[in-house]
Every structure is written in structure tokens, then in C-alpha cells.
């Protein structure tokens, strides 16, 4: 059973930075692609950045330039880093690991909260 578990979540001032972390278990992680999303209360889940298996990256317009994804195959992990964070980053992120339509999973999300 592959389980992803978030980490690195938490309080952060305007303008601060936090790092995310996505530690997968399983045999799949190198032949997956990873995505960062979040949801703020009310609205929709969104897309916030992603890498492919090959490394490739794309990200959400609001975070270009602000946010960079990771991948460590060695290590069975992903990373979001998130710099100059606005008081709209508040959401939680979620991690989620695809690799066809029958492998797709999500992790149980990270609270991430900046205060202006």
C-alpha cells in the first residue's frame, strides 16, 4: 500500500519561507509524477506546482518565481519550497503521486498558515 505523508507545514510572517516535504513509500516514486496542491477554505483544490519522472516542472501562475519543486528518487521524496509568502499562500498542500489511472494517490495534506 503506497502512503504519502506531508510535512514541514506551519505559521510563517509575510514574506517568510517554508519547505514542504512528500515522503512516499513504495516501488514507484522514481516512475511517478509529483504535484504540489492546495485548498483554501472555500474554494477548490488547485494545482500549485509539479515535476514529471524526468524532471520536468510546471507551476501555478501565482507562484512562479516564488515557489520551486524537488524530487530525491534516492530518497522517496518531494520537496516544495515556498519563498516570499503572500497571506493568499494560506491552504492546506497536499502531495500526490501519479503514476497511471490506477496509481494515484494523495497524502493527508499540511497546514500552512502566513500571517500579514
Known amino acids: 500500500q503506497v502512503q504519502l505523508v506531508e510535512s514541514g507545514g506551519g505559521l510563517v510572517q509575510a514574506g517568510g519561507s517554508l519547505r514542504l516535504s512528500c515522503a512516499a513509500s513504495g516501488t514507484i516514486f522514481s516512475s511517478s509524477a509529483m504535484g504540489w496542491y492546495r485548498q483554501a477554505p472555500g474554494k477548490q483544490r488547485e494545482l500549485v506546482a509539479a515535476?514529471?519522472?524526468?524532471?520536468?516542472?510546471n507551476y501555478a501562475d501565482s507562484v512562479k518565481g516564488r515557489f520551486t519543486i524537488s524530487r530525491h528518487n534516492a530518497k522517496n521524496t518531494a520537496s516544495l519550497q515556498m519563498n516570499s509568502l503572500k497571506p493568499e499562500d494560506t491552504a492546506v498542500y497536499y502531495c500526490r503521486m501519479t503514476r497511471s489511472l490506477w496509481h494515484d494517490y494523495w497524502g493527508q495534506g499540511t497546514q500552512v498558515t502566513v500571517s500579514s
Open positions: 515535476i514529471t519522472s524526468g524532471g520536468s516542472t
